[in-house]
């Protein structure tokens, strides 16, 4: 029942393949000798630049029902004469800037004006004191990059003060095939840590050992190759996020199907973020169940630091409460699709709520929101999150709903299920 008494249906919603479980089994699975098959992967823009990437690179890629085939390359990376185009792929960029080192020649990765914002200049000096001839044309530490490669020298590295988790895995991702060891510490702060973990277990998964020597210290002995292999990818907790999101709200009590609660992506902490705020989460049958529609008042701080991913959703359902919601440790959402913490503060502002900007993240006070055009920013995970407020707010239009494209192109399609009147 929802607070005024009316029943509330149950929809069962599918989500894709998770994206980033996704493209680090098409790196491993590139990398490797041998024929791997990728089930249930993401198949949306992002991971199209990943493969034709990786096709430039050496690797043939066919879909066949679904299913990714990768006859991988063994290590041996070309340099190819066209430039590598990664649409605005940030894990595809950092994950290919070590990974092209492997190969000897000239290689060139590039993307869209955003991509060209997007920083690498912490990787490039970590792969730069190994010995790698890089250079940013730009001259700005972002791409276009230009890698002159003769293999990846390995060694002794420090990353200090992340702003994204993806260098690290980037740099662990090829450090098998590096000519020396790699060990790699990291001091200061550190971000996003939950995608660091999901880099360790897919290496893990196609053969591969780190020895994690302290928390922040990573061995990778050299000499070591990724094993071809068949393999299932669970569903993408991101894109679930929008649909726990809609359950929160009381649109509807939502069902998610292949989501395991003991998953290593991150984001899961979302679940347990909304049930802390009044929702019911219950697992059954291979997925989850959501339950909302009445959120505990009051002021809650939530550092989203290790799920930035998750800050738009958050920001939306925060809309929805009375109190205040703050977020915390999310200064790295400014280097997203879009600067997501300008674009929330903006958006939410465009609905009557208000909206403050902070150093590290967004003070939101819930209150009465109203109907207004959405500015997508160009960016998925904004358009996806205020699809959800249009849906319990009358008058809410996104612009440019395309860019979903980038993680979830089937997303307007499964929401349609969400909307009133339908069964
Ligand atoms: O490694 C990954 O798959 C990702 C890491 C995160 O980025 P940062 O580490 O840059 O925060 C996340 O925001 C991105 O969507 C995917
Ligand atoms: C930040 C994201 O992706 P990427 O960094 O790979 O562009 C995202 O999907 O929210």
Redesign the pocket.
């Known amino acids: 029942m929802s607070s005024d008494g009316r029943s509330i249906r149950r929809v069962t919603l599918e989500v894709p393949g998770s994206?980033?479980i996704t493209?680090?089994a098409l790196i491993a699975a590139a990398l490797a000798k041998g024929e791997s098959r990728l089930q249930n992967a993401l198949l949306a823009e992002d991971t199209h630049y990943l493969m034709k990437a990786l096709e430039l690179l050496g690797a043939k890629i066919s879909i066949e029902e679904k299913e990714i085939r990768i006859a991988g390359t063994g290590g041996w990376i070309q340099a190819p004469v066209e430039k590598i185009f990664l649409g605005n792929n940030?894990?595809a960029l950092?994950?290919l800037t070590t990974l092209v080192c492997l190969g000897e020649g000239i290689f060139l990765l590039d993307g869209t004006p955003r991509l060209r914002e997007r920083p690498v200049l912490p990787l490039l000096q970590v792969l730069r004191c190994m010995g790698v001839t890089i250079e940013t044309p730009e001259n700005s530490g972002c791409p276009p990059l230009m890698i002159k490669a003769r293999g990846l020298p390995g060694g002794r590295t420090v990353f200090t003060d992340?702003?994204?988790?993806?260098?690290v895995?980037s740099l662990l991702l090829s450090s098998p095939y590096a000519a020396r060891d790699v060990k790699i510490r990291l001091a200061g702060r550190t971000?996003?840590e939950p995608?660091?973990n999901?880099?360790l277990q897919v290496m893990e998964q196609f053969g591969v050992a780190v020895e994690r020597q302290k928390d922040n210290i990573f061995f990778v002995p050299a000499g070591q190759s990724y094993t071809a292999r068949s393999f299932v990818i669970e569903g993408d907790y991101?894109s679930a996020s929008y649909f726990f999101l809609a359950a929160a709200l009381g649109l509807a009590r939502v069902c998610v199907p292949n989501l395991t609660g003991e998953s290593v992506q991150g984001d899961a902490r979302f679940l347990r973020i909304i049930e802390d705020l009044g929702c019911t989460v219950t697992w059954r049958d291979g997925g989850v169940e959501v339950a909302g529609g009445k959120l505990n008042p009051g002021d809650v701080e939530l550092a989203m630091g290790d799920i930035?991913?998750m800050v738009p959703s958050l920001a939306v359902l925060a809309v929805f409460r009375s109190g205040r919601t703050v977020i915390t440790g999310a200064s790295?959402l400014r280097?997203?699709e879009s600067n997501r913490l300008a674009a929330l503060a903006a958006e939410l502002g465009r609905i009557g709520i208000a909206a403050r900007e902070t150093a590290d993240g967004l003070i939101i006070d819930g209150g009465d929101p109203h109907g207004g055009d959405i500015e997508s920013y160009d960016d998925h995970r904004i358009a996806m999150s205020f699809a959800i407020a249009g849906l319990a707010i009358p008058g809410i239009r996104i612009a440019d709903r395309g860019c979903v494209r980038k993680s979830f192109p089937g997303f307007w399609e499964e929401l349609k299920k969400l909307e009133p009147g339908t069964r």
């Open positions: 994206k980033s493209q680090r940030g894990t950092r994950f992340l702003d994204s988790s993806q260098y895995s971000v996003s995608y660091i999901m880099t991101s930035p991913d790295h280097i997203k």
